[in-house]
């Protein structure tokens, strides 16, 4: 299966990387808000707004037969180099 590359997504991006992981940042905040808000909850950015999101996205793969635990893995690579980048 392929991964969408967000490094390579990146590369053709003129926002410089401070603002690029700031866009990230809110994306994911957007997100937690819209999932919460479509369970019907307050939308909030939580623990608990996060965990919910996170076993929905477990539901979600497990119905497309996608590998939510090597996802997190590549996600967890994507991180560490956007951080030795200077990121969060």
């Known amino acids: 299966m392929k991964h969408a590359n967000s490094h390579s997504r990146r590369k053709g991006s003129r926002l410089p990387i401070g603002e690029a992981l700031a866009q990230r940042i809110l ?3 957007y ?3 819209s999932a919460s808000w479509a369970r019907g909850d307050l939308p909030e950015v939580s623990e608990e707004a996060i965990v919910d999101l996170l076993a929905d996205l477990m539901h979600f793969c497990s119905a497309e037969r996608i590998d939510f635990l090597d996802s997190v893995r590549i996600a967890t690579e994507h991180l560490k180099v956007e951080s ?3 990121g969060p």
């Open 27 to 29: 994306t994911a905040q």
């Open 31 to 33: 997100a937690i808000c």
């Open 84 to 86: 030795d980048e200077g």
